[in-house]
C-alpha cells in the first residue's frame, strides 16, 4: 500500500505539532538515584523510577543506561532489553501499553490496604473465609 504526499505531510505536521509539546534532547538512568532521567528541548527534566515502565521493571543497570533516543525525540529505545516508550506517554503517565497499564494498575489495586478492606477480611476470616461461588444454572 502507497502512501500518497498529501498522507505524508499530514503525518508530518502531527508529528511537528507533539514535537511542540516537547521532546527529549537528552536521557540517561541515575545509578544513585535509581531513576531514568530524560531531559526535554523545553527545560523540562522528567524522572521515574524503571520499576514503574513496562519492558523495564526487571532489567539490571546496565541494561538501564543504554538509552537511545529516536531521531524526532518523541521515542526512547533500550537496544538490550527491545524496550521502547513514548515521550508524550511518559509525560501523560503513560509507562506502557494499555493492556500492561491495566494489569499494575489492577495488581496494585489488590495490594491496596485500607481498614474497610482489613476489616472485611477480618469479617470473612470468623465466617470460614471467602463466601464460595455458587453455581448459575
Known amino acids: 500500500m502507497a502512501i500518497t504526499e498529501q498522507q505524508l505531510k499530514a503525518a508530518e505536521e502531527q508529528m511537528q505539532a507533539v514535537r511542540a509539546c516537547g521532546y ?3 536521557a540517561r ?5 535509581g531513576r531514568i532521567v530524560v531531559e526535554l528541548n523545553t527545560g523540562l527534566e522528567m524522572t521515574f523510577p524503571p520499576e514503574l515502565a513496562q519492558g523495564l521493571e ?9 538509552i537511545q533516543i529516536t531521531p524526532s525525540g518523541l521515542g526512547l529505545h533500550w537496544p538490550k532489553l527491545g524496550a521502547d516508550l513514548y515521550v508524550p506517554g511518559l509525560m501523560e503517565g503513560l ?16 495490594r491496596a490496604r485500607s481498614s474497610a478492606k482489613t476489616d472485611a477480611a477480618r469479617a470473612n476470616g470468623r465466617k470460614g473465609g471467602r ?5 448459575a444454572g
Open 58 to 66: 526487571h532489567a539490571d543497570e546496565e541494561a538501564l543506561a543504554d
Open 24 to 26: 527529549a534532547t537528552a
Open 95 to 110: 509507562f506502557g501499553s494499555r493492556r500492561w497499564m491495566a494489569r499494575e494498575l489492577g495488581a496494585r489495586g489488590g
Open 131 to 135: 463466601p464460595k461461588k455458587s453455581a
Open 29 to 33: 538512568y541515575d545509578r544513585r538515584r
